[in-house]
Each structure stands twice: as structure tokens, then as C-alpha cells.
């Protein structure tokens, strides 16, 4: 593939007893076969490149002929030069084993940090088409963005100087402003736009609080099961963490893990993954616990936003007063999961701990998609988008609990969540929940086992269904393919339990 963009050559310096052609010629051969100009790359027009370097335009059309003679390069008039993909050198080189000495990488130890050996992988989001029942995913082409890119081709027209210099690192003023204004209403949550930061999302917000918060060795405790991205960066910092088993009131405060923690991390508007709301009586204990031990709880709102019945529940931060709770949240599955931006609402007496931390790592977010989602929240848009989506979500989960009645009594148990993107199915009998999802997965169905967000045993196999992604026909689509492979799961346990032993 050809490539367009082209900047100026540096070549080595001359040397006065070669000829400018002779040097020119072993100098651009040089850059082409050493891979600076790799296959397509465009070369400077001969103007430029004489002008560049004093040279005759003669001298450079010279040479662009010998190299054109000779295979290097290709091109014509009015439509540029470039590096051949194929070179002669190529052609003519016979490719031979090296020695298995020569090859060999010199051994030496590296020597890293121990946060480097503690740090472990946590993979995205797979770019693939969604289908039933894709988990944690919103329903992106249903997301407005002709109108998004309407509002940032307006902002990006009326841009000026001051927002092409950069912000503060708590954020750009005005989206702090906006967020701090939707999180009072809309979550019950005490806060001024100057607690506010603006982050790349919820991991950074647990990043930043493990770093700030947790030494080798304390301990933190988090629901379980939990989400696996915040226990892995606890463990990063050297913290120990305490899984805390969730019930139907929520995180277990009374549970003797909890003694001793520096931090409690939990989702109490929608928990993840199994979508318990935690109780007010859970919510005020956790706040007593929290203001006897000296701990810091971090409150994830994870999808609050979307709630199908029932009243509104606030935000665990509203009730605090003594300013035990740090709050975050993300725009990413309300949104678009690539729109990186999510914030971060932090206890007054800590906001120049945060401050100072991300001015040395991250400075701000970017700043013009902050701009344009500060208009997309001002100018109403993102509040319509939320009420259109509610009500979608609301009629596909719906249609998944209908379906799943008619279809999977005796073999999943679906739970009737209230919020959310997603919700979880409890199997029945022996069925094994990894091995359910392999089947569902042959039949183009993908399902999540909960075992793979806990981080021990748990007391019964589930499975995560999301709803949001995919529309009706293809939840019920999704529903049909899962009763049969979970029958096929249940029927081939029968027959192995019924076989004699060897």
C-alpha cells in the first residue's frame, strides 16, 4: 500500500571527495534496503529534496533514474515516486539458516521492578460482531453518531487556542461542571465540580486509588465474585486481597475478611456480575465499618444509569459524611466502549493528592473529546439517549425473561435483575458452568461463567447472559440455541452418571 504522507529525508552527512551524485544515490539505496524507507513509501518530490540539501534538481533526477533502472523505486509523472515493493536485492538473495550460535539471543538477566513481576494481563474487549448474550456491552448501532459527529464538527469549528494548549489534570473545567451537576441529580451524589476528575475510565480510577492508597501487604477486600480488573490491580501494588461473598443484600459486612482492610471496593447500585442492589441497612453498616477502621471505600456506579424498575436508588457517597467515599464511574457503556472517559468524585481533603498524582502520569484526558462530550451533556443529548436506551433495554430484557420461562425452566434459572446491561442464570442440577459455555459457544451463543470472576469456589454454577447488545430476534434466537446445547450438556451427564464403572 502506498503511503502518502512524507517528510523530510535525513541523510548522512557528505563526504567532500564524493561526488553529489555518487553520494545522493548511496544514500537513498542505503534508506530503502536498511527498511528507513520501507515498500510504498513516497520519496520527496526532486524541488524539495534539492532545495533541502543545495543540490542541482539534474543531480536528484538522476539519480530517481538510476534507481528507477535498477528496480528501487517507481513512479511517474504527476503521481509521485516511490519504494518498489519489491526490491532487486530480493530477487537475488538466496536465504540460508544462520547458525544456531549466531542466532542466539546473548542470556542476561533484566532486572525490573516488583510492581512489573506482580502486574498480570487484563485483555479488552474483543472486536467482534455481538451476539446473544454478549455481556457488558451497550447497544452501539443504536448510538446517535450522526448527532455526535454533528456536535464535534461544530466544537471543532469554533476551536480555539486555549483548548488546543491542554488543561489541568483534573480535567477540562466545564465537563467537570457538567458531570458534578448530572451525579447530584441524577445519583444523589455530594460533590462541587472541583472534586471532580476527569479520568480515562473506572480501571484508571482503581488504578489510581490502589497507588495512593495501599503499600505492600495491606489488605482490601471486594465482592465475591467480583470484577477481576480491580483485583488485579491490587494485587499489582502488593495488596492482599479478601473476597468477600456478596448475598441478596450485598457486599457482607459482617464477614472476618473485612478486619484489618485499608480499602473495601464495591458495585452497590448494580453488582457485578450477579446485579444485587445493595440495601440501605448494607449501605449504612458499610459506612459505620469504614468510619471505625479507618478505611476508604471505593464505590464503582457501575450500570446504575440504566434501571427498569423501582425507585432511582442513590449513590452510597450521598450518605456519606465524613468523607469515607471515593465514586467513579464511566461514559464508556452508557456510550461507546472506545469513548475512553469516565470520572472520578474524590473527598475534598483528597483532591490534591489526585491532582499531584495524575499531573505526573497521565496529565489529562484528551482534552477535545472532553469538549464534545461536555457539549453532548449540556445540550441534552445525552439525557434523551439515556431515556430511549432505558426504555429499549427494558423491553429486551423482557423478552429474555419471557423467552427463557417458556424455554429453559429446569435447566437455567434467570435472575430478575432490576438495572443493567446484562444478568445471570443460575443452572440447574450438576451442569458445569465452563461446560455449558463451550457448548452454547458451538452453536454461536456466548455466555460467561461466573467461576471466571470469583476468585475461589463458588456455591452454585451460573452463567452471565447480557441482553443489551442484540435486539429481540436475536435474544430469542440465542435462547433457542442455549436450551439445546444445555439439554445436550444435561443428557450427556445423565448418561455418564447411568455408566458403569471400569
Same mark, same amino acid.
Given at each position: ?5 512524507? @517528510? ?50 539534474? *543531480?536528484? &533526477?538522476? &539519480?530517481?533514474?538510476? %534507481? ?54 487484563? #485483555? ?49 473545567? #466545564? ?44 489488605? &482490601? ?50 453488582? @457485578?456480575?450477579?446485579?444485587? *442492589?445493595? *440495601? ?17 471505600? %471505593? ?12 425507585? #432511582? ?5 450521598? %450518605? ?25 468524585? &474524590? ?25 464534545? %462530550? ?7 443529548? @445525552? ?120
Amino acid at each position: 500500500m502506498k503511503r502518502t504522507t512524507v @517528510f523530510e529525508l535525513v541523510l548522512p552527512q557528505r563526504n567532500a571527495e564524493v561526488s553529489a551524485n555518487r553520494w545522493l544515490y548511496q544514500a537513498l539505496r542505503a534508506e530503502i534496503l536498511e527498511g528507513r524507507l520501507r515498500p510504498g513509501a513516497r520519496l520527496p518530490a526532486t524541488r524539495d529534496l534539492a532545495r533541502q540539501y543545495g543540490l542541482a534538481r539534474g *543531480t536528484i &533526477v538522476n &539519480v530517481f533514474e538510476q %534507481l528507477m533502472s535498477e528496480g528501487y523505486i517507481e513512479g511517474s509523472v504527476g503521481s509521485g515516486t516511490y519504494v518498489n515493493r519489491i526490491l532487486p536485492d530480493e530477487l537475488l538473495h538466496v536465504p540460508r539458516k544462520e547458525s544456531t550460535e549466531a542466532s542466539a539471543p546473548r542470556k542476561w538477566r533484566r532486572r525490573i521492578s516488583d510492581y512489573a513481576t506482580r502486574t498480570k494481563l487484563f #485483555p479488552n474487549l474483543e472486536n467482534r460482531p455481538s451476539c446473544a448474550f454478549r455481556a457488558n456491552m451497550p447497544a452501539l448501532d443504536l448510538f446517535p453518531t450522526t448527532l455526535w459527529a454533528q456536535v464535534a464538527s461544530r466544537r471543532l469549528r469554533r476551536v480555539s487556542t486555549h483548548l488546543l494548549l491542554g488543561c489541568g489534570p483534573m480535567g477540562y473545567p #466545564p465537563l467537570r461542571d457538567a458531570v458534578a451537576s448530572y451525579l447530584s441529580t441524577s445519583r444523589g451524589v455530594k460533590c462541587v465540580p472541583d472534586q471532580v476528575a476527569i479520568v480515562s475510565g473506572v480501571q484508571e480510577s482503581i488504578d489510581l486509588v490502589a497507588r495512593l492508597f495501599l503499600n505492600p501487604g495491606d489488605r &482490601v477486600c471486594m465482592e465475591q465474585p467480583g470484577y477481576p480488573g480491580a483485583a488485579l490491580a491490587f494485587e499489582a501494588v502488593g495488596a492482599k486481597v479478601s473476597a468477600i461473598r456478596v448475598d441478596d443484600e450485598g457486599l457482607r459486612v459482617q464477614d472476618a475478611g473485612m478486619r484489618g482492610a485499608r480499602l473495601a471496593y464495591v458495585t452497590p447500585g448494580h453488582q @457485578f456480575p450477579l446485579g444485587v *442492589t445493595m *440495601t440501605l441497612a448494607r449501605r449504612l453498616q458499610l459506612l459505620e465499618w469504614a468510619g471505625k477502621s479507618g478505611a476508604l471505600i %471505593l464505590e464503582d456506579d457501575y450500570d446504575s444509569e440504566y434501571r427498569y424498575a423501582g425507585r #432511582p436508588v442513590p449513590a452510597l457517597q450521598g %450518605l456519606d459524611h465524613c468523607g469515607l467515599v471515593v465514586f467513579t464511574g464511566s461514559f464508556s457503556k452508557v456510550l461507546f466502549p472506545s469513548l475512553r472517559l469516565g470520572y472520578l468524585v &474524590v473527598p475534598p481533603d483528597l483532591v490534591d493528592y489526585f491532582s499531584a498524582t495524575l499531573s505526573i502520569t497521565n496529565r489529562h484526558a484528551p482534552l477535545l473529546e472532553q469538549a464534545v %462530550l461536555c457539549d453532548f451533556i449540556t445540550e441534552g443529548h @445525552f439525557g434523551r439517549h439515556l431515556r430511549r436506551m432505558r426504555q429499549v433495554y427494558a423491553e429486551r430484557l423482557s423478552v429474555l425473561m419471557e423467552c427463557a420461562h417458556h424455554s429453559l425452566t429446569g435447566l437455567l434459572e434467570i435472575s430478575g435483575v432490576e438495572a443493567g446491561l446484562q444478568t445471570v442464570g443460575w443452572l440447574h442440577g450438576r451442569l458445569d458452568a465452563e461446560s455449558a459455555a463451550v457448548a452454547a459457544a458451538r452453536r454461536n451463543v456466548e455466555v460467561t461463567p461466573l467461576s471466571r470472576y470469583s476468585q475461589g469456589q463458588l456455591a452454585r454454577q451460573g452463567l452471565q447472559l447480557g441482553f443489551a447488545a442484540v435486539d429481540s430476534k436475536e435474544i430469542r434466537r440465542g435462547i433457542r440455541e442455549l436450551t439445546i446445547s444445555l439439554d445436550s450438556e444435561l443428557n450427556l451427564h445423565r448418561e455418564r452418571s447411568r455408566a458403569p464403572l471400569k
